[in-house]
């Protein structure tokens, strides 16, 4: 497949992919209230089943980085997309009326999603190699975009015509990714071929650099993996281990700010097809974050002060007015602050993981956060809403969410000095990387 090919059917899949997984995660927050009543249940395990689809979509990593080892990254794309239309559109059919169809159509759909997760972001690394942090971070726009707009429309659809209607026309829309699973290319290095030193064929050039660095890819190879086991992802890499904290703490509080952020505005008197804006109003926020988080990238000085640990503090001190103040302007101005600070964090976190793990490690850690994460959101909407359940106020709720950002906070500095300790061992990981990807 031609090389601009490439790029443009990686960029396009991983694009639909952001919009519409965290679109329609954003989208229960308009159905929570009312799923509550109709299951006669609490909010910590609504909470707990809306956040099990994105959480089962992260944990599934581990699988799919196997499943697209041994197979074809387009047949698990495609076979992704099926899933992952086929559990909204079970929801639509067949209506659920206890929780266990509910969360039985969430993890099929959550397993889909997950399948495509994988595959996007390998392709996007193979498709744009050096310029991929640049291109991971113009795709999470996306991610944004469906926050804005995915939430008004099931709305829109569910107060007008039902939820059921609602869910057909989301999986009419994931059903969008089994399309650009079909374009997804077959190349790239499976996990077997980077064990062994095989690769996929090349273009004249790549050969030529393949012989000229051949000796100086094998002494990466062996430095990096001279330990058995997984556990080299961490020992090698000091960096990824804050980074993999960061990461856990953040997507937990991350995703407990997406399901209960239009809840709280209807818990201070907001009609719900007014209280969904707040949902629009983050993800405007967010598109603002990955304007402001663009020029950093490769400015190895700023990114982090800038892009994680200033945002850190602010998402704290966000949350933190919610003890004191919980009026609607304070919750709008809170909800474009957060999905500002997530967003730019977001940005350069996910654009500097090839920066702290080589190319050797990087599906690993991809997928080892991927897996963590997904259990940290899932006991963070369980939490978040079982606080909710106790105190009977969303005050707490989001104090909690406060907790969870000052954590992040402290693990943001210790990664700031420990990058700043250490100047040797990110010009060794760029140095890995970049002969890495020379094959």
């Not at 030193?197 to 273009?203: L, N, Q, T, V």
Request: glycine share 10%; hydrophobic share 45%.
């Amino acid at each position: 497949m031609d090389v601009n090919a490439r790029k443009i059917h990686s960029f396009v899949g991983r694009c639909l992919y952001l919009f519409i997984l965290n679109g329609t995660m954003k989208a229960y927050g308009v159905i929570l209230e009312r799923t509550v009543s109709s299951f006669h249940t609490n909010h910590a395990m609504v909470g707990f089943i809306f956040t099990f689809q994105t959480c089962v979509s992260f944990m599934t990593a581990p699988a799919a980085n196997l499943l697209e080892g041994r197979l074809s990254p387009r047949i698990v794309a495609v076979v992704g997309g099926l899933l992952a239309s086929a559990g909204f559109v079970c929801r639509a059919v067949i209506p659920p009326t206890a929780l266990w169809q509910l969360l039985m159509a969430l993890t099929i759909t959550g397993l889909g999603f997950g399948m495509n997760s994988f595959v996007t972001l390998v392709c996007l690394k193979d498709a744009f190699g050096k310029e991929y942090p640049t291109a991971y971070t113009v795709t999470v726009f996306s991610l944004y975009v469906g926050i804005c707009t995915l939430p008004p429309l099931l709305e829109y659809l569910t107060r007008n015509f039902g939820e059921s209607v609602g869910m057909m026309v989301f999986g009419g829309l994931t059903s969008l990714l089994v399309v650009s699973g079909l374009f997804t290319g077959d190349g790239g290095e499976s996990s077997s071929d980077r064990a062994s030193g095989d690769s996929s064929p090349k273009s004249t050039m790549d050969a030529d650099a393949e012989k000229d660095d051949v000796v100086s890819v094998d002494r990466v190879r062996n430095e990096c993996d001279h330990m058995t086991g997984r556990f080299s992802l961490f020992t090698e890499h000091r960096e990824f281990v804050f980074l993999f904290v960061s990461v856990i703490l953040a997507y937990s509080g991350y995703l407990s700010w997406s399901i209960y952020l239009v809840p709280y505005g209807q818990y201070l008197g907001l009609d719900p097809s007014t209280a969904v804006w707040l949902s629009t109003i983050g993800g405007i926020g967010g598109i603002f974050g990955k304007a402001f988080g663009l020029p950093l990238l490769g400015r190895e000085g700023l990114a982090i002060p800038l892009g994680v640990i200033i945002p850190t503090i602010l998402l704290a001190v966000s949350y933190g007015i919610t003890l004191f103040q919980d009026g609607l302007g304070i919750l709008a101005a809170m909800s474009i602050v957060s999905g500002y600070c997530l967003s730019i964090w977001g940005c350069i976190v996910s654009a500097v993981v090839p920066l702290t793990v080589c190319d050797y490690h990087f599906k690993d850690a991809i997928a080892t956060a991927a897996f963590f994460s997904g259990a940290a959101g899932m006991i963070g909407g369980l939490m978040t809403g079982a606080v909710y359940d106790i105190s009977e106020s969303y005050r707490y709720s989001f104090a909690m969410l406060d907790v969870e950002s000052l954590a992040g906070t402290v693990v943001s500095l210790m990664w700031y000095w420990s990058a700043s300790v250490s100047p040797v061992e990110k010009p060794a990981i760029e140095e890995k990387s970049s002969l890495l990807n020379s094959q």
